[in-house]
DNA sequence: CTGTTAGCGCCTTCAT
DNA sequence: ATGAAGGCGCTAACAG
C-alpha cells in the first residue's frame, strides 16, 4: 500500500541508507546514484514519513503555535511574521485554536508537547501559573509572542503596553481634554488590562488630572462593550469629552455609540485606540491609534525561537519592541 | 532524559503492553493495576510521544486543515465548526496556512500528508487542477470546506454560491431598482467569483432588466476594492441606484466610498453583500447581506470527514448548505 | 487480566 | 561514496 524507503531502495538498486541520504540532502551521494534514487522515487510516487522520521531522529522540524483566541484581529498579522521566518529556517509550523478557555489553552500545550514539536510559541493570551507549569514540564524551548508573564521568567516579544497607553491618553491631553474617559479590558490580565490602566493613570496623574473612577468602565474586548460603554458615558452628568478605549475593537464600538446617538466624532467627541488593526481604517471616521509591530512581534518571536531551538545563545530573552502613534481622524482638540 | 513507555512500566513493575492499555483506556486492566501505573506516570512526569504512537498504530489522530488564507473574516467561524465537531469525535486539528499562494498551498497539502494526518480539510480557496492532483495522491479522506472543484469529484460542504447571490440581487430588484451595479471578485473563482456573478444575471434577466457590463466591476475581495469600484459608478453618466457586492468586504468597502462622496446610504445609494462577516454588524448603515452559516459549513464538513475516515458510507458527499437574507439598513426602496 | 514479541518507517553510527 | 544493523517509543497481535 504505502511505499517506503525501502521500496525505493530496491526500485533504485541502492540501500535505505543511500536513499535516505539523498531525501535529506546529504552531499555524500555520487551524482549519479542520486539521480537514480530520484527516479525512483518519483516512478514510485514516494512520499517521505514525517512520523517516523521524526521518532528516529528526534526532530519534527515543526513548531507548534497556540492562539488562545483564533477570532483576535491581531492574529492574522502576527501569525503572518511567524510564518515568514519559520519558512526561512526551514520549520513547519502547526496552528492550534484553544478559544479563550484556559483548561483548552493547557490541553493544547500539551497535545503539541506530546506530537514532539522542536518548539512552541504562546500567542497574546493571559499567561497564569497553570500555564508556567505546563511550560515548565517541557523540554523544548517555549517563547511569549504578544504576551508576556508577570514574573518574568519567559522567553518573550511584547510591547510596553503601559506606555502605549500612556502616549494615547497625551496624545488626547495634547489635544486639551481633561475630562477623558477610559474603556478598559479586565484588569486581571495584565497586559491589554491592567498594564494600559495603569497608563491611562499614569498619563493623567503627569497632568495633574484627578482620577475620576466613574470615567472608566470595564469590557470585554469587543465591539459591544465599546458600545455600551460609550452609552454609560453619555448618560453622565458632567460628560467626558474624549475616551481612551483599550483596544482599536472597543474604539469602534464607542465611535458608533456615539453616533448613534447623535453625536459626531471627533466634533464632539474624541476616540483613540491601541492596536492599529486592520479595521481602524475601514471605519468613519478612521481610527486614531497607537500600532503594535504585529507582524515584527510574530517575527522576532519565531526568530528568538529559533535561537533557543539551535542552542545559540541569546543575550536578551525578553524583547520589547517599539509602538507608535497614527494619527488618523478620530481625535480633534476639546472644542 | 526522556521518560518512555518502559520507565514506567518499570517504575509500576507491569510491562509495557500494561501500560500502553492504561494510557490508551483499554478496559482490559485491574484498578488495581491502573492505579499503581498512574501513580508512577505522575511520579515520572511521564508524557506518552504522539509520534511514536503514530508510527506504531498508523493513526495519528490528527486532521490537518488548510486554510488558503487567514486573513479571510470567514476562516475564525468555520475553524470554530471544524474544531467543535473535532474535539467531539476526539481528533486534534492542526491549522495551516497558506497565505493564498497556490504553490504554497500545495506544499502544505503535502506537509500535512507527510504528517500523516488522518484527514484534511482544505478550507474556502479556489481549487485547480494541480490541487487535485495533489489530493489525489493521498490515501486519507480529503474534503473541501465552504468551496468546491468544478468537476465535482471531491467530497464538499458549501453554500450555492449562485443562488446566494440571485438572492441579493432580488431583493434589490424587489425594492424597485433596476441599475443595479455588481462589484464581483475575479471570475477566474468559480464560486466567490463566477457563480455570483452568474446569478446576478440570472436576476436581471428574470426581470427582464438588460445587463449593463459597464455597471460590472471586478474587485479583489478587498475593502479598498469596494472603494474604487463605488468611485468608478459615481462618475457614470446614468448613476446606478444600487449595488450588490460578492462579499461583505467590498460591500463595506462600497459603503464608504459612498458616504465619503457625501452620499448616503440607503438613502441615495442601496448596498447589499453576501457572506454576513462580523464586520457587517460593525459598520453604518448596519450591513444587508445574505448570510453563510459559517459555523456549519466547518462542523457539517468535519463531520463529514470523520465518517470518511471511519469508512463509514455516506450517501451525499457533496452537500450543499442554505444562506439566508439577512435584512438590515443597508438596502432601501429607490427613491 | 497481563506479558512477550514483532514490527511501524526512518536515521545514524560504524564499517567498508 | 555506500551498505549493514541497531534502535527511536509505542501498539498490536498472540500467548498464557
Keep these: 500500500m504505502t511505499v517506503t524507503i525501502y521500496d525505493v531502495a530496491r526500485e533504485a538498486g541502492v540501500s535505505m541508507a543511500t536513499v535516505s541520504r539523498v531525501v535529506n540532502n546529504n552531499p555524500n551521494v555520487k551524482p549519479q546514484t542520486r539521480k537514480k534514487v530520484y527516479e525512483a522515487i518519483e516512478r514510485l510516487g514516494y512520499r517521505p514519513n514525517a512520523v517516523a522520521r521524526g521518532l528516529a531522529s528526534k526532530k519534527t522540524t515543526t513548531v507548534g503555535v497556540v492562539i488562545p483566541d483564533i477570532a483576535n484581529a491581531n492574529f492574522a498579522e502576527v501569525a503572518r ?16 485554536n484553544a478559544d479563550k478557555r484556559k483548561e483548552k489553552e493547557i490541553r493544547v500545550i500539551n497535545t503539541l508537547l506530546e506530537k514532539q514539536v522542536d518548539g512552541l510559541l504562546f500567542m497574546g493570551g493571559v499567561v497564569t501559573d497553570e500555564h508556567i507549569q505546563a511550560f515548565n514540564t517541557s523540554n523544548v524551548p517555549i517563547v511569549l509572542c504578544a504576551t508576556t508573564d508577570e514574573k518574568g521568567t519567559m522567553p518573550s516579544v511584547d510591547i510596553d503596553h503601559e506606555t502605549a497607553a500612556y502616549d494615547a491618553v497625551r496624545k488626547l491631553i495634547g489635544e486639551g481634554h ?158
Design 81 to 96: 511574521g511567524i510564518e515568514d521566518i519559520a519558512n526561512m529556517y526551514h520549520y513547519n509550523i502547526i496552528l492550534c
Design 178 to 335: 481633561t475630562r477623558i474617559a477610559m474603556i478598559s479590558g479586565t484588569l486581571q490580565d495584565p497586559a491589554n488590562g491592567y498594564a494600559r490602566y495603569q497608563g491611562y493613570k499614569r498619563a493623567l496623574e503627569e497632568s495633574g488630572i484627578a482620577l475620576d473612577e466613574s470615567l472608566v468602565r470595564v469590557g470585554n474586548y469587543r465591539y459591544e462593550s465599546g458600545i455600551e460603554a460609550v452609552q454609560y458615558f453619555l448618560e453622565l452628568g458632567e460628560r467626558p469629552t474624549a475616551v481612551f478605549a483599550a483596544t482599536d475593537e472597543m474604539a469602534i464600538g464607542a465611535i458608533h455609540g456615539i453616533q448613534d446617538a447623535g453625536l459626531s466624532v471627533p466634533e464632539d467627541f474624541s476616540v483613540i485606540g491601541v492596536d492599529n488593526i486592520r479595521m481602524a481604517s475601514m471605519v468613519r471616521p478612521l481610527l486614531t491609534t497607537v500600532a503594535q509591530p504585529m507582524y515584527d512581534i510574530g517575527a522576532v518571536s519565531m526568530r528568538l525561537l529559533t535561537k533557543l531551538m539551535k542552542k545559540e545563545n541569546v543575550e536578551q530573552a525578553r524583547v520589547t519592541l517599539h509602538h507608535e502613534l497614527i494619527v488618523r481622524n478620530s481625535v480633534a482638540p476639546r472644542g
